[in-house]
């Protein structure tokens, strides 16, 4: 993959600014990639790792002179961030995000990005429980998806680019409208993760049921849960307060299917619940042949001896 942007600046340096970085030199994607983040420890720690080829104090600085500027903090913190660094855009340039949220993104960030400056909000479709800037590596993005939802009207070449970049990655990419794109997340991950969090905390307030079983005896289900609910919470909050609507639809038609299956098992109606199952197992099976997970034993596990 030849170079897609002569100068790269990821704004924000956690999972997926450090994914970016290592996926970017792995392809030779870009000349020379800055990077800011807010803390200063954040800083040193890239600085330590080798994370970024410029480390800078500030958003502004990491931007100028950037053809490419992304937004890799959470959405919330998005518009004080895209204020900042708007007077050092140089016209052409591109600014982008990963943010989990467009609709919201698009209403912060937009207003501030200056004319002749293309603004083309992206999301990632990838991740880990992990956070933080040695939580990042290079394949993260490969076999993923990259959501780009430009406005109507942005400049098709900027677009274009963009998605060589993500492609360049790793990442397949398709591009969808804003308010389809927060519907979609919500039932995909935003109201998953509510769910997680939530079963998650009923295990902590069940006083009968001892936090030392809770984590002794934790199954595949309650694991993969608490593994959910280990993700970055203030990112999290930003995410349910900026995608309010869709996540609450959602959660709206969750409560409703979660009385049926209880009347269900109330009245002892197994013909119900074999066949809501049975449609619910071939929505696993399309993940799997679709190459967005693995049918392995054990969940992937390795057998010990």
Not at 147 to 174: C, K, Y
Request: with cysteine.
């Amino acid at each position: 993959m030849s170079r897609v942007y002569d100068r790269v600046a990821l704004i924000g340096l956690g999972l997926i600014a450090s994914s970016m970085f290592w996926a970017i030199k792995r392809a030779g994607l870009a000349g020379e990639v800055t990077g800011h983040a807010r803390s200063a420890e954040t800083r040193d720690t890239a600085r330590e790792i080798g994370l970024c080829d410029r480390v800078c104090d500030s958003a502004a600085e990491a931007a100028e002179g950037a053809d490419l500027v992304v937004l890799c903090v959470p959405v919330g913190a998005m518009g004080a961030v895209a204020a900042e660094i708007a007077p050092v855009l140089d016209p052409g340039a591109t600014v982008s995000d990963v943010g989990s949220v467009k609709k919201a993104v698009i209403d912060a960030v937009g207003p501030h990005v200056p004319r002749g400056v293309h603004f083309v909000p992206a999301h990632p479709l990838a991740g880990t429980e992990h956070s933080g800037p040695r939580s990042g590596f290079a394949e993260l993005f490969d076999n993923r998806w990259c959501l780009i939802v430009p406005e109507n009207g942005s400049d098709r070449d900027a677009i274009a680019r963009l998605e060589r970049f993500w492609q360049g990655m790793g990442a397949h990419t398709d591009e969808m409208d804003a308010d389809h794109h927060d519907l979609v997340l919500a039932v995909t991950s935003h109201a998953p993760h509510l769910i997680a969090y939530t079963m998650v905390g009923v295990a902590d307030d069940l006083r009968r049921v001892t936090d030392s079983e809770v984590i002794k005896y934790s199954a595949a289900g309650f694991r993969d849960f608490t593994r959910i609910a280990a993700s970055d919470p203030v990112m999290w909050r930003d995410v349910f307060l900026s995608n309010k609507e869709a996540t609450l639809e959602i959660l709206g038609r969750f409560t409703e299917e979660l009385f049926a299956l209880q009347r269900a098992i109330r009245t002892g109606d197994g013909a119900h619940l074999q066949d809501y199952f049975t449609r619910t197992r071939a929505i696993r099976r399309g993940i799997i042949e679709a190459g967005q997970d693995t049918d392995a034993p054990d969940f992937g596990r390795v057998r010990p001896g």
